[in-house]
Every structure is written in C-alpha cells, then in structure tokens.
C-alpha cells in the first residue's frame, strides 16, 4: 500500500531549521499504516532533509556549520525558472540529502524519541516550503484509504 501526503512550512528570510517531525507522524497515521518506510521528499532544491536530536543549538550548529563550508562560494546570480537562490543554497541542501527514508512499525517511527525530522532551509527568500511524505506499507490495513483506491502518483 502506498500513501502519499503534502506537508507545507513557511520559512523566513534566511537560513532556518524547519521541524517536520509533526507532519510525517501525522501522515503515518492518517495512512493507519503498521509497517514499512516513510519517505520524506523536499521538492525544492535548496532544502534538505535530516534526521537530528532535538536540541534546537545542535540542529543550529550544523545549519552553521555547512554554511560555514559553503561561505566562499559566490553569491552568483541565477535566473531559474523554480526561482531559487544561487548555486551554494542548493550545494548546500544537496550536501544535507534532499531525501529520507524512515523506517516504521506499530504505526510508529523506529528512530530514538530524542530524533527530529528536520528541514534545512538554506533559501535566502522567506517562502512556503512543499515537502512530499510517501509511505510504502507492508500491509493494507482494513479502512485505509476510506475504502478507495489510492491513486498512483
């Protein structure tokens, strides 16, 4: 069985540290799914994804650090079509992962109850910011989906 579920968070002007965990636990329950892997996709290229303990100074710190590792990078002006930032923003995401996969049993994530999942926002521009959460569950558990097919994406 395959759910799939759209998260949004806004985003300030700047770099900035976005908690996602809130949103993925929700889709796993509104998939009443038991078993499998909860995939968390950032759909813009200056956004990476973590799994992070939940200390706001160490999620902080390695947002500085990386961009500590990117400051001599210029700020090269680009016009995209997606809009985004200069090339170190998305060296910086891609540097982070754009993507997680997380395992889960029990309708429950299997990471340490001290882990976040974590947005890395490196977009100088203040924004929404889509994020795509697609469980792959090992069952169908009776009632998922309200009795509908799930559309195939």
């Given at each position: 069985?395959?759910?799939?579920?759209?998260?949004?968070l806004n985003a300030p002007e700047g770099s900035a540290v976005l908690v996602l965990t809130h949103d993925v636990k929700r889709a796993l329950s509104d998939s009443k799914a038991s078993k499998g892997h909860v995939h968390i996709t950032s759909t813009s290229g200056t956004t990476g994804i973590k799994l992070i303990e939940n200390d706001s100074h160490l999620q902080k710190g390695y947002l500085t650090r990386i961009e500590k590792t990117f400051l001599d990078q210029p700020d090269n002006i680009v016009t995209r079509r997606s809009g985004t930032g200069p090339d170190k923003y998305h060296h910086m995401a891609v540097s982070c992962g754009l993507t997680l996969t997380l395992p889960f049993e029990n309708g429950r994530l299997l990471s340490s109850p001290f882990h976040e999942v974590v947005a890395l926002d490196f977009e100088p521009k203040a924004g929404r910011r889509?994020?795509?959460?697609t469980i792959a569950a090992d069952d169908?558990?009776?009632?998922?989906?309200?009795?509908?097919?799930?559309?195939r994406m």
């Open positions: 069985m395959f759910y799939s579920h759209k998260a949004y889509e994020f795509i959460i169908a558990p009776a009632g998922a989906g309200r009795g509908q097919p799930m559309p």
